[in-house]
């Protein structure tokens, strides 16, 4: 696993002060299921380059279920092996298993990131697992590019909030931490597998 050494910091200062309505749950599936599940993305699931704004990105994704991301659409049913994890992050969220109608899986190579976003807005509560190795998860304010853009010259904008993603470890991200905030992910020291579930609005 990777090194929280550097986390610890942040994490004192951050995590009692999530944004409302994101919630996160330390060893949310247990070492041997971690082990079934990586075992599976690693043999099963064909992962392809992500572009976005003509730039490919370091991390690679596979897509399930229901989309809308042009060129990078879902092709293909959740994968069974997800299914038993789904209705667990279901029932947490106090949704129907197939209220989560995309699936998608992020491989983290060493290095990879994830930029400021906010999900895509025909998505709506968003869960995630996270496999392998730690990282941090980031989180400000959202703000619209075109608000951004008339907004003349601004000072540079700040985390709000930080907490590590353990191993094994659960979130969901629901109400005004999915419409109010934008979070990012700085680079990965080892490969992390992320496999996130999205409720269509």
């Not at 298993?97 to 895509?120: Q, V």
Request: hydrophobic letters at 40%; proline letters at 7%; charged letters at 20%.
């Amino acid at each position: 696993m990777g090194d929280l050494s550097t986390l610890d910091s942040t994490v004192t200062l951050f995590l009692p002060d999530l944004p409302d309505g994101f919630e996160y749950q330390a060893d949310f599936i247990s070492a041997d299921e971690e082990s079934l599940l990586a075992t599976a993305i690693d043999q099963r699931v064909e992962f392809s380059n992500f572009e976005m704004r003509g730039v490919v990105a370091r991390r690679r994704v596979a897509f399930f279920g229901t989309s809308s991301y042009g060129p990078n659409e879902a092709a293909g049913a959740i994968p069974d092996f997800l299914l038993p994890v789904r209705a667990r992050c279901a029932a947490w969220a106090g949704l129907e298993p197939d209220a989560f109608a995309m699936t998608l899986i992020n491989e983290y190579s060493a290095g990879a990131t994830i930029g400021w976003h906010r999900d895509a807005p025909q998505f709506g509560i968003v869960a995630g697992i996270s496999l392998l190795s730690p990282c941090r998860m980031k989180l400000r304010p959202y703000i619209a590019p075109a608000a951004a853009r008339g907004a003349g010259r601004r000072p540079p904008r700040k985390t709000t909030h930080e907490l590590a993603l353990e191993p094994r470890s659960g979130y969901l991200i629901t109400g005004e931490a999915r419409s109010a905030y934008e979070h990012s992910i700085p680079a990965t020291t080892t490969l992390r597998y992320s496999v996130t579930f999205r409720t269509l609005r």
